[in-house]
């Protein structure tokens, strides 16, 4: 009996995936709930599993544009298991050790590849990764299991520009949540009146009630105090004075709706080598700074592995990005639709300020540029400046916190 392979359902609206690579080789024999493949929507990533034991007959290939519900597979349930194979969850002779498999499950690698390391006693933290941004591949794993672990690197080779005066072209395929992402940022344009306005904050006091309590808050909560919790609280509260800042429009035309949200649903922009994601913070109202902290450290870990789900991608009424992670001094960040706003952080930089303590006088202060971008349609612009500027307050003086 065949018992077909279908590509499951990632969510609401997405009704196509793509096929990153297949675990088992067409022909071999494979145990129930083994993982096979990974799909890729534009989205998030998702595993897909054997629904029976048996051999495995593939008739898609890595890459291929598929139809949900489609069938990409299919397992004879008849045949029986080879005689002398190992079981499909047995680790290969050679298995690392308990400081090596910890080594590798902080080393950026798909799930595929370490699904393939862990059944050929591979360590992931001696790899070179092939993959965008270093990421271990799959191919990667299999090409150090055929060497001993001693012949492998330990150091990642450096990656050498092209010749000068070379004229070569690439082409490499978009993938589903890249061409999403392109869709999405393309139609806020388009559709909305975006505006960006723009002020600055004193990072002086955070950084001096970071560096303060830092040790205890990591010691009592075990997640280390960062500046995002301080941004999230303070925009929760913008937001619950603004509310429009923190509202949808629905419909078109004479049918043209405000949407106000009585919650503040917050998504924080992550990058990953496949894109950027956004994860949402359910409730921003009712967390503290360290359910915070918490919640993001375990999204930005996730998303790196393609593990959040679309759900956790879904339904916020606000952005944050942080671009000054990659060192950006200022931006005008895009609406993430159909939210009506953005707030956009920057890089930390010591410049020459007035001394609020000392008017008339120049100190050298820890300065930020924020940037709002806004659906000028439903937010005005004394609303935005006000939002921004109830954020600057609130990071200058951290101690109104506890009364936002």
Same mark, same amino acid.
């Given at each position: 009996m065949a018992v077909d392979i279908t590509i499951p359902s990632p969510g609401e609206s997405i009704t196509e995936v793509s096929l990153s690579g297949w675990l088992k080789d067409d022909g071999s024999y494979v145990e129930k709930d083994e993982l !096979?493949?990974? $799909?890729e929507s534009d989205k998030a990533t998702l595993e897909l599993r054997a629904p029976a034991s048996g051999t495995l007959m593939i008739v898609t290939k890595k890459g291929d544009g598929i139809k949900v519900g489609a069938v990409v597979a299919s397992i004879d349930a008849t045949s029986a298991k080879p005689a002398g194979a190992p079981p499909a969850k047995q680790v290969a002779s050679g298995t690392t050790t308990p400081a090596a498999t910890a080594a590798s499950d902080s080393v950026r690698a798909s799930s595929v590849a370490k699904k393939v390391a862990a059944e050929k006693g591979v360590d992931l933290a001696h790899l070179a990764g092939t993959g965008p941004s270093g990421r271990v591949m799959k191919?990667? +794993?299999? %090409? %150090?299991?055929? &060497?001993?672990?001693?012949? +492998?690197?330990?150091? &990642?080779?450096? +990656?050498?520009?092209?010749? %000068?005066?070379?004229?070569?072209? #690439? #082409?490499? &395929? *978009?993938?589903? !949540?890249r061409q999403k992402i392109a869709e999405r940022?393309?139609?806020?344009?388009?559709? %909305?009146? *975006?505006l960006t306005t723009f002020n600055e904050c004193d990072m002086t006091e955070v950084m001096r009630l970071r560096a303060e309590h830092k040790e205890a808050f990591e010691k009592q909560f075990g997640i280390g105090l960062g500046f995002m919790s301080f941004f999230v609280k303070a925009a929760t509260s913008g937001l #619950? &004075?603004?509310? #429009? +800042?923190?509202?949808? $429009?629905?419909?078109q035309g004479a049918e043209m709706e405000v949407e106000l949200h009585d919650y503040s649903d917050i998504a924080v922009a992550v990058g990953t080598e496949k894109g950027l994601v956004v994860p949402v913070l359910r409730n921003t109202e009712t967390m503290t700074f360290a359910g915070i902290e918490a919640a993001i450290k375990d999204f930005a870990i996730r998303a790196k592995d393609g593990k959040l789900s679309v759900d956790e991608m879904t339904g916020g009424t606000f952005t944050i990005s942080n671009g000054g992670v990659y060192g950006s001094l200022m931006s005008t960040p895009i609406l993430n639709p159909p939210q009506s706003a953005i707030l956009g952080m920057h890089t930390i930089k010591k410049r020459a300020v007035e001394d609020p303590k000392n008017p008339g006088q120049v100190a050298i202060r820890p300065m930020m540029y924020l940037a709002l971008s806004y659906d000028h349609r439903i937010i005005d612009g004394a609303e935005a400046v006000g939002f921004l500027v109830h954020i600057k307050d609130l990071i200058e003086k951290p101690e109104r916190l506890l009364f936002a």
């Open positions: !096979l493949a990974e $799909i191919d990667d +794993v299999l %090409a %150090a299991s055929a &060497k001993p672990q001693s012949a +492998v690197p330990a150091a &990642k080779p450096v +990656v050498t520009a092209p010749p %000068a005066g070379s004229r070569g072209v #690439r #082409r490499e &395929k *978009m993938t589903r !949540l940022l393309v139609h806020a344009q388009h559709t %909305a009146a *975006m #619950r &004075k603004y509310p #429009r +800042v923190n509202a949808y $429009i629905v419909g």
